[in-house]
């Protein structure tokens, strides 16, 4: 018995306007499709292999090879499975301390997915992994500090990339005594995404050169980053002052809501795409 919805691939073919050379060909070659078996054996297609050969043929109409016509329908078709697979190439790469593959597999992600979506389901659920395997003891600091260094060094060259932002600016830095970076850096990159111009101080920022490059920059807003809680707590008093003369917003695991009512700022939440989303509507 065929199942509900399901067709042959000759159906298939008469349906998408597809030779059924071509289909086999796409389905080996790219992975397109993705058949069932009847009882008999027989290959049967799905209204979602339809679907995907449709967005085929409409990336093929607007110029794309066929491979990288299939490369983005497989990409917009299952975001999170691609995410994951991508993910674990890449930490295979950097656990081998593979520079070339890593930076490799980087440029396709960011091609494919875009600067935002690699950030947020690839990049950063790798970082978090990578700080739970050293915790762990599965990998080494070795390893921890050679993929640490190399997202870094790939994000802040996007971060610092000359850009055309016209829209209002934001100085960010981490909190005095923080070294942690990453999380801000992908925060400001998606803010730069979305319009924003960005001046980016880097880690263990005195509270009192932030006021001063804010009034020098004419910086809309000021975004403080931490990891740990006593960053801010050390600052209260000085946060405090600031908040009352320029928008302040604070972030990191170190960032609480009642740190952040105490001293007038406001809380960022979430992964660093996530937070700028927020952030770009208040």
């Given amino acids: ?5 399901l067709i042959r691939i000759g159906e298939l073919s008469r349906r998408a306007d597809i030779s059924i050379d071509r289909l086999r060909a ?8 993705r058949p069932q078996r009847s009882a008999g054996g027989f290959r049967l297609y799905s209204t979602a292999d339809e679907a995907r050969l449709r967005a085929m043929q409409r990336h093929l109409a607007a110029g794309l090879s066929a491979a990288e016509a299939a490369a983005a329908v497989l990409a917009a078709d299952a975001p999170a499975e691609n995410g994951a697979a991508r993910r674990e190439q890449l930490e295979a790469a950097l656990d081998a301390f593979d520079a070339v593959r890593a930076h490799a597999l ?15 389901a690839v990049l950063f659920p790798l970082l978090r992994g990578v700080g739970d395997r050293w915790a762990q003891g599965e990998i080494t600091v070795g390893q921890e500090h050679f993929a640490s260094g190399l997202l870094q060094a790939r994000l802040l060259a996007l971060l610092r990339a000359p850009a055309q932002a016209a829209g209002p600016r934001v100085l960010l830095a981490c909190a005095p005594g923080e070294f942690h970076t990453l999380g801000l850096i992908g ?32 910086a809309a807003v000021i975004v403080l980053s931490a990891v740990m809680p006593a960053r ?39 992964d660093p795409v996530s937070a700028a989303d927020a952030f770009s509507r208040a």
């Fill in 1 to 5: 018995m065929r199942s509900a919805g």
């Fill in 26 to 33: 796409w389905e080996r070659r790219y992975g397109l499709l």
């Fill in 106 to 120: 980087l440029d396709g992600l960011f091609a494919d997915l875009g600067v935002d979506e690699a950030m947020r």
């Fill in 187 to 218: 925060f400001g990159i998606a803010l730069r995404n979305r319009a924003w111009s960005v001046t980016y101080l880097g880690a263990d920022t005195p509270i009192g050169e932030l006021s001063s490059v804010a009034a020098e920059t004419s």
């Fill in 232 to 270: 801010f707590a050390d600052v209260q008093d000085e946060l405090r002052a600031l908040a009352a003369r320029v928008r302040l917003a604070l972030g990191g695991a170190g960032a609480g809501a009642a740190l952040a009512h105490r001293v007038g700022a406001e809380l960022l939440a979430g």
